[in-house]
């Protein structure tokens, strides 16, 4: 049973860590999305606003012909001015031409500010490709690194699963899956030693009875509060451990002079 146990001590460093490496490779594509969603931000943007240029210069051509329109009308009743021949029809003729003037200066006006909003508008996309070119090189770098990184962790996972594999052999089938879980819901923490009458894993105490049967290292034994594998060990040892947990951390529970990682 001891060998057992300091294989699941052994075990539980590899999980843990396994689990972490997992969750590092699930993350890494997030990097990613975020600057594609980005990229996609400013490909809309640059899209709409390449709309509205188009609707500037609609808008600017129709100006330009109603401009002409409106110097021809001008033009025809200032012809029309050498036929009148009552001060009457001279005073309404004068009124249209003065109307039509108005009318032209006022579409100059209109036309001039449209020619200025195409400018902006032809600016604001020649930003947006500069803008929407370096987000595209910024996308590349960080798809190369994702990709690096991801064959980092990879061939580190392949690591532990080998090692997990080789621990895990002919380990029951039952324990093992129990295990796994309680290191992913307890960080890592699966087995732990019993001090006295005390699971150092949750600090419930337990029975003597139980606390025995544990002793007796007959089968394994789940503690009934926290569910982690108790075992039971030397004062030394377990004042070590205890200690290493009180610590919280299993960096410092698991001895790494323990393993042979290779
Ligand atoms: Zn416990």
């Given amino acids: 049973m001891q060998e057992q146990y300091q294989r699941l001590r052994k075990l539980q460093y590899i999980l843990f860590e396994k689990y972490k490496v997992q969750d590092e490779i699930k ?9 594609e969603q980005v990229l996609e931000r400013s490909k809309e943007r640059y899209l709409e606003q390449n709309r509205r240029l188009e609707r500037a210069k609609d808008k600017l051509k129709s100006l330009k012909i109603r401009l002409d329109d409106a110097e021809r009308a001008r033009e025809g009743y200032e012809k029309q001015m050498d036929l009148i021949s009552t001060q009457k029809e001279y005073e309404a003729l004068d009124k249209e031409i003065k109307d039509a003037s108005e009318k032209e200066q006022q579409l100059r006006k209109e036309i001039l500010s449209e020619e200025k909003h195409v400018e902006e508008l032809i600016s604001e996309i020649e930003d947006s490709e500069e803008l929407i070119s370096s987000q595209e090189e910024d996308l590349q770098e960080h798809r190369q ?36 879980r309680i290191i992913k819901s307890k960080s890592g923490v699966g087995i732990v030693p019993i001090k006295e ?8 105490q337990l029975s003597q009875q139980f606390v025995n049967e544990v002793r007796e290292g007959v089968e394994y034994q789940f503690c009934p509060y926290c569910s982690r594998i108790l075992f039971y060990e030397d004062a030394k040892t377990e004042e070590t451990i205890a200690a290493d947990i009180e610590a919280g951390s299993l960096s410092d529970l698991v001895d790494m002079d323990d393993f042979d990682l290779n």
């Fill in 145 to 180: 690194q994702m990709e690096e990184e991801l064959s980092v962790k990879q061939s580190r996972l392949r690591e532990l699963e080998a090692e997990e594999k080789d621990l895990v052999v002919d380990m029951d089938e039952e324990i093992l899956f129990k295990f796994e």
């Fill in 27 to 35: 993350d890494i594509p997030k990097v990613i999305e975020t600057n």
């Fill in 197 to 204: 009458i005390v699971c150092t894993g949750c600090h419930m």
